[in-house]
């Protein structure tokens, strides 16, 4: 095993790359965007510096819940990946919205599209969830998994955050840097050096699409199932949820009371609208795995969705305008 990758972000007070490269380090993966817009301020600066003594670098995108393929547009548009830049997708849980499965598979097939080769995955609970999903996409790329226990993760990896800095086995300083992420790659430094950028090669053949089973025809009229059961549920949390953050941002604009009164609504409800999300996410995961087939399961699973809809009706009814857009495509669904 090799203990020589670092992994940072703006937050990491990085005072001499020398130093690092010095000290054993041969591979930096820096954090360069996350969702949709965000860019790590100083991603491009330190590529430069980090490369021109001759560290090997790394890209990562830290994904929320957003369309897929535009977050990996506008990951490449803003790091612009080498070919020898290592590239990593972050799958971690987020107050902001946590990534769904199905997005880092649209992740992973844009990057494969446009630069024919796969991304790391890095993460804990949620790569390990992701590791059982159906999708091929999932067991074409490379497993980066952070554990700050004594010992390596139980699942499959080629590179273990085993520290934090704070957290987990020594040492978890670097000098040049001091407390940080440190990673450990299950091999040698050939092989890390073949491995670092994951070229095509190692996997001769590209994934077959993930393909999600049909629900069951509707068994009445006007279902609030019918073929829309997940996407239906899904964007209209996410409808609600933007009004409350508008809301959110309209009060911290008030005087002296606002910025707390914001906090508080912004804790409580965040709380409780991430319950309900993962409580719908759950059972429409569930009627995906294994669709109704008989009139009773349909019938169950019809109320769950007009359960949603009624907490929700102006929601619901902007959600299902945008459903019948015939150019309109949800997120959550390939």
Known sequence: MLNAVVDV??????????????????????KATQGLSYVDPKYSAREIAATKIG???????????AD??????????????????????????????TVT?????????????KLGRYPWLYGSDILTQFLEHPAPEFKQCLNWIARYGAHPPAVPWKLWQYTDG????????????????????????????????????LIPEPPAPAVLPEPPAPVKENSAVINNFH???????HYVLDRVDEVVEQLRSIPLVGGRIADYLERVLGDKFGSAMKWAEERSDAYFGKPPTDADSVQRANALADRVRKMFPEAAKVVDAKKNDPNYRPESVV
């Open 9 to 30: 972000y703006h937050g990491d007070d990085i005072s001499d790359w020398t130093k690092v490269s010095k000290a054993g380090i041969v591979g930096v993966i820096h």
């Open 55 to 65: 560290l090997s670098w790394g890209a990562y995108h830290f994904a929320t819940r």
């Open 68 to 97: 897929g393929t535009a977050q990996a547009d506008h990951f490449l548009a803003a790091a612009k990946p080498g070919p020898d830049t290592l590239i990593a997708l972050d799958l971690e849980t987020w107050k902001g919205g």
């Open 101 to 113: 499965a199905i997005q880092a598979v649209q992740f992973i097939r844009r990057i494969f599209a």
């Open 166 to 201: 704070k957290v987990g086995n020594a040492p978890r300083e670097v000098p040049g840097i001091g407390p940080c992420d440190r990673n450990i790659f299950d091999g040698t430094l050939e092989e890390l050096k073949t491995v670092w950028a994951f070229r095509p090669a």
């Open 231 to 237: 996407p239906v549920i899904e964007e209209t949390f």
